[in-house]
T-cell receptor, first 113, second 115 residues
Framework: GAGVSQSPSNKVTEKGKDVELRCDPI?????LYWYRQSLGQGLEFLIY????????KSGLPSDRFSAERTGGSVSTLTIQRTQQEDSAVYLC???????????FGSGTRLTVV | AQSVTQPDIHITVSEGASLELRCNYS??????LFWYVQSPGQGLQLLLK??????LVQGIKGFEAEFKRSQSSFNLRKPSVHWSDAAEYFC?????????????FGKGTHLIIQP
């Protein structure tokens, strides 16, 4: 597509529920990134995919968070048993290759009530 | 660990006036440097980047930034701001340009434009 597409744009969920956030990168972009943006923490790097592989998952905040990428394209970020502190905007970005500067999506605003 | 400091949380500038947004970084080596802009409800848009070479880099929307190694700074400038420049501006650094290690972002500077 023309840009990085994220869905849903807004998600309100009850504490304890699982949520899935989707990112559709720019076609041909091999590198994909997830960031979290919150008032208290600013922008935090979560995970990077080169193709379908994520070499380092240590940036994920807890073991309730997982991410996958299939077919070198779409990625999903899953948060299990959501907590109120998970409320944030989750941003996805992609680039043609690592280090090239990112194109960000508009984000998914997650609110846990 | 690397860090990025944007000392000004808010800056107010009159339309047509010049602008300088400050960014200082702490890093073991010269990192890749970026400036992004975020309008309300939007993702981040890349304004410009510095990897190597000429220390004065030109970006989109009339912005430029100057890398000063001795000051560990990468300040963003614009000679004459427009009302549409009102937004949040983020400085970011990365060892590999934001690959496996991602980018480290500053807390952002909120730019307000006065008519």
């Amino acid at each position: 597509g023309a840009g990085v597409s994220q869905s849903p744009s807004n998600k309100v969920t009850e504490k304890g529920k699982d949520v899935e956030l989707r990112c559709d990168p720019i076609s041909g972009h091999t590198a994909l990134y997830w960031y979290r943006q919150s008032l208290g923490q600013g922008l935090e790097f979560l995970i990077y995919f080169q193709g379908n592989s994520a070499p380092d998952k240590s940036g994920l905040p807890s073991d309730r968070f997982s991410a996958e990428r299939t077919g070198g394209s779409v990625s999903t970020l899953t948060i299990q048993r959501t907590q109120q502190e998970d409320s944030a905007v989750y941003l996805c970005a992609s680039s043609l290759m690592a280090g090239n500067g990112y194109t960000f999506g508009s984000g998914t605003r997650l609110t846990v009530v | 660990a690397q860090s990025v400091t944007q000392p000004d949380i808010h800056i107010t500038v009159s339309e047509g006036a010049s602008l300088e947004l400050r960014c200082n970084y702490s890093y073991g080596a010269t990192p890749y440097l970026f400036w992004y802009v975020q309008s309300p409800g939007q993702g981040l848009q890349l304004l410009l980047k510095y990897f190597s070479g000429d220390t004065l880099v030109q970006g989109i929307k009339g912005f430029e930034a100057e890398f000063k190694r001795s000051q560990s700074s990468f300040n963003l400038r614009k000679p004459s701001v427009h009302w549409s420049d009102a937004a949040e501006y983020f400085c970011a650094v990365g060892l590999s340009g934001g690959g496996a290690d991602g980018l480290t972002f500053g807390k952002g500077t909120h730019l307000i434009i006065q008519p």
